[in-house]
């Protein structure tokens, strides 16, 4: 019997010799193990083949809700990486990757050799959200361990140092501990300005959360619009355009 972990890697090599139809892919959107809807979501994000007029049509093929929602969450990823792809003089800025990150310490984590960061949240457009997921352990960067920087700073100030010190564009490898297993992932950094101009951080008590800017979801409202638009029916009373874009919203401690 061919378990989820070897249908994903099987998955993998498919999509990177091309013989994985976009039809399959669909298909796979709904797949009941959660691991392998996960794994051809990623796979899509990351897809540089792939258009938004396809995309689209995928999105008129889907069958289920499971199906249409991540087709939007992929809709919008793509939308707000292309804005970023777009930017120019960011250069020589400090590089992001897009997380809501919470300090982990070795006490809570036994198979920490050292303390980590734990990846509450990704961040659509940001390098982190096809690669990274929520309740990865990150615990090193460029095979450096994370400790605490100081006695005032702790580990996910110590993550944050080591991050904005690569610059915008560079490859950042991270040892992650995924469902109790180690593995190493290498994602390029954004700049961080972007990241300050899709987001925003607001407060309601004790609560914070970061929320998409106004800026952003202009860019997504015309991509959603888009996304959502149906072929011309013959009969126009066939048509309605459904336009309830994702809910996007995230609590964390902190961000980067």
Not at 67 to 76: D, K, N, P, T, V
Not at 114 to 134: F, I, N, Y
Not at 179 to 188: A, E, G, N
């Amino acid at each position: 019997m061919i378990t989820g972990v070897q249908m994903v890697l099987c998955l993998a090599l498919l999509t990177q010799t091309g013989e994985l139809s976009l039809s399959t892919r669909l298909d796979q959107l709904d797949h009941a193990d959660y691991a392998i809807r996960q794994q051809v979501t990623e796979q899509l994000m990351q897809e540089t083949q792939l258009t938004d007029d396809q995309l689209n049509e995928l999105f008129h093929q889907a069958q289920t809700p499971e199906q249409r929602y991540r087709l939007e969450e992929i809709a919008m990823h793509r939308c707000l990486k292309a804005w970023i792809s777009q930017v120019e003089n960011y250069s020589n800025q400090p590089g992001s990757i897009g997380i809501q990150l919470a300090e982990v310490k070795p006490i809570s984590q036994p198979l920490l050799e050292s303390g980590g960061v734990m990846v509450q949240d990704t961040l659509p457009g940001m390098p982190a959200h096809e690669v990274l997921r929520a309740g990865d352990v990150i615990v090193e960067v460029n095979q450096q361990p994370l400790v605490a920087a100081s006695d005032k700073q702790g580990i996910d100030a110590s993550f944050k140092n080591l991050v904005q010190a690569h610059r915008a564009g560079t490859m950042i490898e991270f040892k992650v501990i995924r469902d109790k297993q180690p593995i190493t992932v290498s994602l390029p950094t954004a700049p961080a300005p972007a990241l300050g101009k899709l987001y925003e951080s607001k407060r309601v008590g004790s609560q914070a959360s970061i929320t998409l800017s106004k800026f952003a979801r202009d860019l997504w409202h015309k991509r959603m619009v888009e996304l959502f638009k149906q072929p011309q029916p013959r009969n126009a009373k066939d048509s309605e355009l459904s336009a309830n874009p994702i809910s996007i919203q995230w609590h964390a401690n902190a961000s980067q």
